[in-house]
């Protein structure tokens, strides 16, 4: 579903420059960021034409909530082939995040529900607040996840958890979603943004190259076989290996100039 930009759809999206860290927040707080077609799009935008300063990118939600999902109250209108067109936006918009030329970074708090748990999937490294907590109602309202939740939920926590949170409404708190894999860092409450910003400035240390290359990758290799897989994953060493700013990286460490990896 191919809508054109709605004016009042302007600010769903906050955007803020620090240094090489983009950060976006959804800001439909009154709405507990639930996320209409505007704040589909606001997303989509958000994620083209990005420049080549930016080296990392963080996503958080304004309010007390991450996001409490899609907006029910478009929902009730849809014919069946308007779902499949809408799920098909959510699709390609989650896909650019996925995709996206740099890292995202998602820092959840509150309520991670529905969409606002498959925008979390996308990203690439997650950090909760011991606040958030993260549920999968779809079941309860009588539909179907439809933003790549069935993709990329099952890889992060196995088939039968999310069959589980989907049938019987079960949430999980954060302790439980880092226990399951669908966080990499837990947090006390208000500290997550810190974090996000923290991790983003390590990943804006990497070799821009590098950065790409695990993240457009990595996921592809995981999904074939071992030998392609392999094949594919000598290519892309090759490439990393020759640029400059590998060589120069390597030149460093040999001449003791770069730091060591130690325990933190
Ligand atoms: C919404 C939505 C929404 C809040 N669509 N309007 N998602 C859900 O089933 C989650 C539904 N929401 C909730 O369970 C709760 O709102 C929360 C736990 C997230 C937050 O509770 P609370 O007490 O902080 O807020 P609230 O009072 O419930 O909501 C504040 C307002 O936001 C209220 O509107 P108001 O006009 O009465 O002020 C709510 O109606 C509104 N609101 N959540 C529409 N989701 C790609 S397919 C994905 C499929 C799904 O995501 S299914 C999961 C949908």
Redesign the pocket.
């Known amino acids: 579903m191919s809508l054109p930009p709605d004016p009042s759809d302007a600010g769903l999206i906050l955007a803020e420059r620090h240094g090489a860290v983009l950060h976006l927040r959804l800001n439909r707080p009154?709405?507990?960021n639930?996320?209409n077609d505007g704040l589909v799009l606001a997303l989509d935008r958000a994620f083209t034409g990005l420049g080549s300063d930016v080296g990392c990118i963080v996503l958080s939600g304004e309010g007390?909530?991450f996001c409490?999902?899609?907006?029910?109250?478009e929902l009730s209108e849809r014919t069946v082939y308007e779902g499949v067109l809408h799920?098909r936006m959510?699709h390609a918009t989650l896909d650019k995040l996925q995709f996206a030329p740099v890292p995202v970074v998602a820092v959840l708090h509150g309520?991670t529900?529905?969409?606002?748990l498959?925008i979390a999937a996308a990203a690439h490294v997650r950090v909760a607040e011991r606040n958030a907590y993260y549920g999968?109602?779809?079941g309860?309202?009588g539909?179907f996840?439809?933003?790549g939740?069935s993709m990329r939920l099952p890889r992060l926590i196995g088939t039968s958890r999310m069959a589980d949170m989907m049938l019987t409404g079960r949430v999980f708190d954060a302790e439980e979603g880092q226990q399951a894999g669908l966080t990499n860092y837990l947090v006390g409450e208000g500290e997550g943004l810190a974090k996000g910003m923290a991790l983003a400035q390590k990943i804006c240390g990497n070799a821009p190259l590098s950065n790409f290359a695990v993240i457009q990758a990595l996921p592809r290799i995981a999904e074939l076989a071992p030998s392609e897989g392999l094949f594919v994953e000598s290519l892309v060493a090759a490439i990393a290996q020759g640029d400059p700013a590998a060589k120069q990286r390597i030149r460093a460490f040999l001449d003791g100039r770069a730091a060591k990896v130690a325990k933190q």
């Open positions: 009154a709405k507990r639930a996320v007390q909530h409490a999902g899609l907006d029910l109250s799920s959510w309520a529900i529905g969409g606002g498959e999968l109602p779809e309860q309202r539909i996840v439809g933003g939740g």
